[in-house]
């Protein structure tokens, strides 16, 4: 193979700096550096963004094969020898590597996500472990004590202002000081070879649909961090050397480093085959290093049970931006965007123990799909003391206990109409309802009233019951005597636990309830 054929890795290492160049000055367009809109950002153009998904994959996966073609090129160069001749050349490749790495180091992090969020901490704390500087260069990286909008402002600064000025100052210096004439066949292989690596390029990130996004960044969650697959033999190599490891990630990068930058001073004797497997046998090591790291972690069954959860929980708080959007307050608050986040979650805390048709420790009737519609209040009038109703309190065991409503299939339709009503549900009849109001009188005044605020005699006011109103009241206080009375509820008052909006929010979703099928409460999102 003529040294010729070996350059056409360099020419294609140019076209993906381009397409880096090109992908990044879109995404930077839609980019917003700051802790709270990093990640809702980056989501945006991976799933909402027209052909974002496709820009973004270029600019991820391009990064992985410079690497890939950057240690071809290597080789290459190694093999060929040509760095005896070309020393600043060969130097100024490997500045080009560094920076390459430089690149992904600093754009991994600006997603905001779990995953390069806590690989850079990993990454920033070994940096931390340099003897004399190393606590200034993590205040310099993270720009204070802790990771917040100084970080990805940094960050963002060195990848998309500071490591493409030197970088493309860089490539410039290389390829002038590289540059052999090459006739027009030359230049045809060169092109051919560049459109085969860019389509292959645009095949993976078709396969693979764009790039990854974990969920967003959470100081507060345990995270298995994991670097770039490019970083994972040091990563092993980390692994190995145990309490070591801080020692190892520093000076082997140097070493090897210094032995490849060694190489043009160093080689000058005849025999080259020692210095071509030094070169040979060191990028064998990293790529076993590599494939040890993947091993290891695909046989952790415990490990892929938490890698899938995280997927899953990345999906998650991508469906919902994509669904809801993202909160101003940041990325983390994209879970409170379901459906009724918050009064969910009060009822999963606060009610749900002594109302759920499945809890063992049920006290109360069971609040679900339909309660407080009219086939709920027909049955409760038939049996109160009922399994669901009444049935396990206290109050069903006594003397004080509801009695059935004996009244005819018709007048019991009315009835149901009538208390029905009181919730301001749109599809009263109103003829019933009239009708259901005459039999009230007759037959329930004696206990109860109907008047808005007004108690019974001896039993719960029934005015507005099932309303928002009633709801967050009743909740506020069910042992008012216009509710059960101090004497008749086990239920305990909320209204010092629980903020008048949370009350209202909670009544909101039982008044929800009254209308819901089981299918409606299934196709909530989960919280």
């Known amino acids: 193979m003529t040294a010729a054929t070996w350059r056409l890795f360099g020419w294609s290492l140019v076209m993906l700096l381009l397409v ?17 809109d990093a990640w809702a950002s980056v989501a945006y153009v991976q799933d909402q963004m027209p052909w974002g998904w496709f820009v973004r994959g270029l600019h991820f996966h391009a990064a992985s094969a410079i690497v890939i073609v950057s240690g071809l090129h290597l080789l290459q160069i190694t093999v060929a020898g040509t760095y005896r001749e070309r020393a600043v050349a060969w130097w100024l490749g490997l500045v080009l590597i560094v920076l390459v790495l430089g690149f992904a180091v600093s754009g991994y992090v600006l997603r905001w996500d779990q995953a390069g969020y806590w690989a850079n901490k990993v990454e920033v704390g070994i940096a931390a472990g340099t003897p004399v500087v190393g606590a200034q ?8 004590n802790e990771y917040g909008n100084l970080t990805l402002t940094r960050f963002y600064a060195l990848h998309a202002l500071v490591l493409p000025v030197v970088t493309g100052a860089a490539v410039v210096f290389h390829v002038l000081r590289a540059r052999r004439g090459d006739d027009w066949s030359q230049r045809f292989n060169q092109a051919l070879v560049m459109a085969v690596v860019f389509a292959l390029l645009v095949a993976y990130v078709l396969t693979e649909h764009g790039a990854d996004l974990a969920a967003p960044a959470d100081p507060s969650a345990a995270y298995d961090a994991r670097p770039l697959w490019y970083f994972r033999w040091l990563f092993e190599l980390r692994h190995l050397a145990g309490s070591a490891e801080k020692v190892v990630a520093l000076v082997t990068p140097a070493v090897v480093g210094g032995f490849l930058a060694a190489l043009p001073l160093v080689d000058k004797g005849p025999h080259r085959k020692p210095w071509i497997g030094g070169v040979v046998g060191l990028l064998a090591l990293i790529v076993a290093l590599s494939l040890a790291s993947f091993a290891g972690d695909s046989g952790d069954a415990d490990l892929a049970k938490r890698n899938a959860q995280a997927e899953k929980q990345a999906s998650r708080a991508r469906a919902l931006a994509a669904l809801h959007g993202v909160p101003a307050t940041g990325a983390q608050d994209v879970y409170t965007t379901v459906t009724m986040y918050r009064a969910r979650t009060i009822y999963e805390q606060r009610c749900k123990s002594c109302h759920d ?15 407080g519609n009219r086939a709920w209040f027909k049955a409760f009038l038939k049996a109160p003391s009922d399994d669901v109703f009444w049935g396990r309190t206290k109050l069903a065991k006594t003397d004080d206990a509801m009695k059935a409503v004996e009244l005819s299939d018709a007048d019991l339709d009315d009835l149901t109409e009538l208390l029905y009503a009181q919730s301001g549900a749109g599809d009263v009849d109103a003829a019933k309802r009239d009708r259901g109001k005459v039999i009230f009188d007759k037959a329930c005044t004696d206990c109860h009233s109907i008047d808005d605020g007004v108690a019974g005699s001896s039993a719960p006011g029934l005015g507005n019951v099932g309303s928002r109103d009633w709801y967050t009241h009743f909740i506020g206080n069910p042992k008012a005597g216009v509710h059960m009375g101090p ?3 086990q239920m305990p008052r909320f209204d010092k636990d629980l903020s008048i909006i949370d009350r209202d929010a909670l009544a909101e979703y039982l008044g929800w309830l009254r209308g819901a099928s089981q299918r409606d409460v299934d196709l909530l999102e989960s919280l």
């Open 20 to 36: 880096e160049a090109v992908t990044g000055t879109a995404l930077a367009a839609f980019y917003s550096p700051s802790a709270t």
């Open 137 to 144: 260069i993590k205040t310099l990286a993270i720009g204070g």
């Open 357 to 371: 048709a499945q809890s063992k420790d049920r006290k109360g009737p069971v609040i679900g799909p339909g309660h």
């Open 487 to 489: 004497d008749h509820s």
